[in-house]
């Protein structure tokens, strides 16, 4: 037990000495310009979406996502998402491809986040990465609004497309 | 033991209990750990980049231009107050703070983004003449003469 214990100590020593010489000796890339691993993709989408799952209010949407309620969400969007995560109707944006990791781009692949968890992540924000906390900027019923667009980006009505590009009156 | 702890790890993740929000401030021990290992990377790799331009007015003016079109949301205005933002999302101001980062590092940190940050890679927009004027202007921010922040607000 004594070897055991004596041994688990030293490779811990072991492990933390290496991973301090690796990273003060410049070793771990920290270059934006590259495609994450599969496995820290794997690794941190699941992280995070399992991290989201258990914060996210469980109340699951504002109510029923009238034509209102989703261009609302939509000017919204074209405001302040559109720039990384990608406009309906466009290629992917290449704004948000240069991000580590790159924006979801909602018009292509969706998401697989709920509405209040779309909520979440607007408000508080995802560390590490280049998405903001919106929730400095935007009340509850506006990141309600936004949250009901982009949970719905793939099955838009025209109504809602047109009256998004409208400009404000 | 090494096996355990792996385990360890992944359970905590994969139960969700790792926080991820951004609008908390970065724990001192996380913020030193990143930025020791950023500035050891970003000095190992920009060692070999030489001859940044002269740093003449046209320079400068040209850098300052690209910055307040493509950095000043994050980064800060000349003149302006500093939006020191608390939370993960905290882009260093450079004209309060500076940077402790040469100018071939800058140069670096803009063509390639820094990784699991808000810096995004900037070499696929802009080319690497136009790069190094930005790292010359960011070098100097805090040394410029007022006509030539003058120059850069001005239309061409």
């Not at chain 1, 261009?71 to 290629?91: E, M, Q, R, T």
């Not at chain 2, 699991?116 to 921010?141: E, H």
Request: hydrophobic share 40%.
């Amino acid at each position: 037990m004594k070897n055991f214990t004596m041994g688990s100590l030293a490779a811990i020593v072991a492990l933390a000495v290496g991973a301090a010489g690796y990273l003060g000796l410049g070793f771990a890339n920290v270059g934006a310009d590259a495609k994450p691993p599969i496995w820290e993709a794997v690794l941190m989408n699941s992280s995070v979406h399992a991290s989201v799952r258990r914060e996210a209010p469980k109340v699951q949407n504002s109510g029923v996502a009238t034509d209102e309620i989703l261009i609302a969400g939509g000017k919204l969007y074209l405001n302040d998402c559109v720039g990384c995560h990608g406009a309906p109707g466009k290629p992917a944006s290449a704004f948000g491809a240069t991000f580590y990791p790159p924006a979801p781009q909602f018009f292509l692949i969706g998401t697989q986040y709920s509405e209040a968890q779309v909520f979440w992540v607007a408000k508080h924000g995802i560390r590490r990465t280049g998405m903001f906390p919106e929730g400095r900027y935007y009340t509850d019923t506006e990141l309600w609004t936004l949250s009901a667009f982009v949970t719905r980006s793939a099955t838009l009505s025209p109504i809602v497309m047109k009256g998004m590009q409208q400009p404000p009156e | 033991m090494i096996a355990a702890l792996a385990c360890g790890s992944v359970g905590y993740l994969r139960l969700g209990l790792a926080e991820v929000r951004a609008d908390m401030n970065t724990p001192t021990w996380e913020g030193q750990l990143v930025k020791f290992a950023v500035q050891a990377s970003v000095r190992r790799n920009a060692a070999e980049l030489h001859n940044p331009p002269p740093p003449t007015d046209e320079n400068l003016i040209a850098g300052g231009k690209l910055y307040l079109g493509g950095c000043a949301g994050c980064h800060g205005k000349p003149g302006k107050p500093p939006d020191n933002l608390p939370g993960y999302l905290s882009p260093r101001q450079f004209f309060q703070a500076g940077t402790q980062y040469s100018e071939p590092e800058l140069f670096w940190i803009v063509k390639h983004g820094i990784r699991n940050t808000g810096m995004s890679a900037y070499g696929p927009f802009y080319s690497d003449q136009q790069i190094w004027t930005l790292a010359a202007f960011v070098k100097r921010v805090n040394n410029l003469p007022p006509t030539l922040l003058e120059g850069i607000r001005a239309k061409r």
